[in-house]
């Protein structure tokens, strides 16, 4: 099955500096990436996604990047504030051998200091 | 109301109690998720159900049964629980298998 892998654990930045969160996974068939926020008290939100066929999308300060040779891909935040403090989850999927459902990476708590 | 929504937020239960978590999606979607999330570990699937058919069980205690009387409501019924099984319980639903995922804010449950 599919193995997804996050990095680092725990980030840790300044109001105003960019975040980078990075995930790798093994299996070559996914084709599909979301990225998800957990806010205190809440459920995963979905905040952007990529598919295969994609290098790069960028929504507003989000951006998201691919590499499928290398099977590996980023979240960037630029520009950071407060209010994106919180746990982010990459997830790659759906894995070949019949499985329909992403795998989800541990996660990454990210803290925005003002 | 719109999107996912899970009721009871909180419940404390005792092991040989009997309970169920409720979770309502008001988004027409086909497939509905049960996921376990416990302190530093990924999250865990553990049920699934598209179009009101089971498709995915991964090697879930049977103290745990899931139910999906129809598309927009699932429940998780719980029996002689573990303090292991303590841990945020999370819905979700998409519109089709394999497609994005819109969670509940979870029921936060405390077996003592």
């Known amino acids: 099955g599919e193995n997804v892998e996050q990095h680092p654990s725990t980030l840790s930045v300044q109001e105003g500096d960019s975040a980078v969160i990075k995930c790798t996974y093994s299996?070559?068939?996914?084709?599909?990436f979301p990225w998800y926020k957990q806010e205190l008290g809440k459920g995963p939100q979905l905040i952007i996604d990529?598919?295969?066929?994609?290098g790069e999308k960028k929504d507003q300060r989000i951006a998201v990047t691919l590499n499928k040779t290398a099977k590996h891909f980023s979240l960037h935040i630029t520009e950071t504030q407060p209010e994106d403090s919180a746990v982010y989850f990459c997830?790659?999927?759906?894995?070949?051998?019949?499985?329909?459902?992403?795998?989800f990476g541990r996660g990454t708590s990210l803290i925005v200091h003002p | 109301e719109t999107g996912v929504t899970q009721t009871p937020r909180h419940l404390v239960m005792g092991m040989t109690n009997k309970k169920s978590l409720k979770c309502e999606q008001h988004?027409?979607?086909?497939?509905m998720y049960w996921y376990k999330q416990s302190a530093k570990k990924p999250l865990e699937l553990m049920f699934v159900?598209?179009?009101?058919?089971?498709?995915e069980n991964n090697s879930v205690p049977s103290r745990f049964s899931p139910e999906c009387p129809n598309s927009s409501h699932l429940f998780l019924h719980l029996h002689t629980l573990q303090p292991e099984d303590s841990a945020l319980y999370l819905c979700?639903?998409?519109?089709?298998?394999?497609?994005?995922?819109?969670f509940g804010p979870g029921t936060r449950l405390t077996v003592l």
């Open positions: 979700a639903s998409s519109p089709g298998l394999g497609s994005e995922q819109f």
């Open positions: 299996d070559s068939a996914s084709n599909y």
């Open positions: 990529i598919r295969s066929n994609v």
């Open positions: 997830a790659a999927g759906p894995p070949s051998g019949g499985s329909y459902i992403p795998t």
């Open positions: 988004l027409g979607h086909n497939a």
């Open positions: 159900y598209s179009l009101e058919e089971r498709v």
